[in-house]
């Protein structure tokens, strides 16, 4: 039986505004952790974009779908690249900004040649899921890399969760796929697509526990190392 779309849409926003506060007020005292201030306006832009989405109404206007894609792949390009400026303090902001264009940019091109060609719904769908995906592969690589410079055996709880989230979206790509070559039933594509929506709230909440976490044991290590303390995050022990 396939989980309700309406009630899984609003458990999903408030999850993210949720993860969002948590994620901020973190980073409201612990300044220096940056990919908190990242993780938290990648979920409030992608509630937002949910919000959106919800509203457009019967006719699924396709630039309103656009606008809202974009949104997403902007918070989780932040997500991204905050968590490489945590790692590496010769990341600028001016690098975040940079980042941001060139994810959007890519996406809008790419997006707009396959409606140009009149590729079907499902496929711009599996393209938004498929930046997605990246974005968040790479914000996991990036959290797991870090624990060889800073040892805090938090990032593995976040890594893994960015990962998973990763993975329920590459789970829908798949099950497009399926459904397009007809391999899979609507019904059943349904009930797929409802699991993977459920999954992707638990790994969103376990991702903002990780990060909370890690944020709170690399202050607890700087504290506990005076040296450390005139050291960013990305410059090693």
């Known amino acids: 039986m396939a989980l309700e779309a309406s009630t899984l849409l609003f ?14 007020l973190a980073w ?39 606008m809202t894609n974009v949104m997403f792949v902007t918070g989780y390009t932040l997500m991204w690249t905050s968590m490489r400026r945590f790692n590496d303090d010769r990341v600028k902001p001016i690098d975040q900004l940079i ?17 140009w060609f009149g590729a079907p719904r499902r496929a711009l769908s599996a393209l938004f899921s498929l930046f997605v995906a990246g974005l968040t ?14 040892g805090l055996g ?8 960015l990962a ?20 899979v039933s609507p ?20 991702a903002t526990f990780g990060l909370v976490l890690m944020a709170q044991e690399w202050v607890d290590n700087r504290s506990t190392r005076p040296e450390a303390s005139r050291r960013g995050p990305g410059q090693g022990p």
Do not use: P
């Not at 458990?11 to 901020?24: D, E, H, K, S, T």
């Not at 005292?29 to 306006?41: A, F, I, N, P, T």
């Not at 980042?99 to 409606?115: H, I, K, P, R």
């Open 99 to 115: 980042g941001v264009l060139v994810a959007a940019g890519a996406f809008v091109a790419l997006f707009a040649l396959a409606w």
């Open 154 to 161: 938090s990032r593995h709880i976040a890594g893994t969760a």
């Open 164 to 183: 998973c989230i990763a993975a329920t979206r590459l789970i829908r790509v798949t099950l497009i796929g399926l459904q397009t070559s007809g391999a």
């Open 187 to 206: 019904a059943t594509g349904e009930l797929v697509q409802s699991f993977t929506l459920y999954f992707n709230i638990a790994f969103l909440l376990a």
């Open 137 to 150: 592969l790479a914000a996991a690589w990036e959290t797991w890399r870090g624990f060889g410079r800073d």
């Open 28 to 66: 409201y005292h612990h300044r220096e952790v940056v990919c908190l201030l990242g993780w938290s306006l990648a979920m409030v832009l992608s509630a937002f974009a949910m919000a959106v989405g919800s509203l457009r109404g019967a006719d699924n206007a396709l630039d309103v779908t656009l």
């Open 11 to 24: 458990v999903g926003i408030f999850v993210r505004l949720a993860a969002a506060g948590v994620a901020l």
